[in-house]
């Protein structure tokens, strides 16, 4: 079955609010999850990575949070902006850094 | 800033015939990947590729998949017979170091089978 997954396919945010994506995974060996985003018509384009001896890491405006315990991660974007509006992937690294994507939550940002 | 490029943006071919996808991944990067996307589906690994060699694939990747780096430079994925399920985007990415999930993706190929 699928190894990561996120919560919600959509999420409808307003202009200047902070947005939150989630993502489950169920294999509690993963050690390493990254954030990617995706714009429309064009490739993935990673954001943030996390290994599983953290619990939070700060980029630029996102915050990744990993719970080991209940095997949940999320992306916190702060300020979401227009630009902001894409799809969002979890994704877990396998062996050679063979990603495994979730399924995508597709954000709208609202002016 | 370097950058994975793509050829063709988007082809079109019968079902049946062969196509070549084509890659030129970031210039001293060593891993390379083929990820494919059916539309609105989550992207999917299909194979991964280092020391000219493929290093893991998926059960996607079967007998009429191929990739091949001929030069040093491309990165080339071949479907020997296209079926219509193989309508999908197609995205090379590369990494340039063993310890990072940092993939730099292509802006991918649109194969549509007819």
């Known amino acids: 079955g699928e190894s990561v997954g996120l919560h919600l396919p959509t999420l409808s945010v307003q202009e200047g609010d902070n947005s939150i994506i989630n993502c489950a995974y169920s294999?509690?060996?993963?050690?390493?999850f990254i954030w990617y985003k995706q714009e429309s018509g064009k490739g993935p384009q990673f954001i943030i990575d996390i290994r599983s001896n953290m619990d939070k890491r700060q980029g630029q405006r996102v915050t990744v949070l990993l719970n080991k315990t209940v095997k949940h991660l999320s992306l916190q974007i702060a300020a979401t902006q227009p630009g902001d509006s894409a799809v969002y992937f979890c994704?877990?690294?396998?062996?050679?850094?063979?990603?495994?994507f979730g399924a995508g939550t597709t954000v709208t940002v609202r002016a | 800033e370097p950058e994975v490029t793509q050829t063709p943006s988007h082809q079109v071919t019968q079902m049946g015939q062969e196509v070549i996808l084509r890659c030129v991944p970031i210039?001293?990067?060593?891993?390379f990947y083929w990820y494919r996307q059916i539309l609105g589906q989550k992207v999917e690994f299909l194979v991964s590729?280092?020391?000219?060699?493929?290093?893991?694939k998926s059960e996607i990747f079967d007998d009429q998949f191929s990739v091949e780096r001929p030069d040093g430079s491309n990165f080339t994925l071949k479907i020997r017979s296209t079926k219509l399920e193989d309508s999908a985007m197609y995205f090379c990415?590369?990494?340039?170091?063993?310890?990072?999930?940092?993939?730099?993706f292509g802006e991918g190929s649109r194969l549509t089978v007819l």
């Open positions: 294999n509690s060996a993963s050690d390493y």
């Open positions: 590729f280092y020391n000219n060699e493929i290093s893991e």
């Open positions: 990415a590369s990494r340039a170091a063993p310890n990072t999930g940092e993939l730099f």
């Open positions: 210039s001293n990067h060593l891993y």
């Open positions: 994704a877990e690294n396998g062996n050679d850094y063979k990603l495994s």
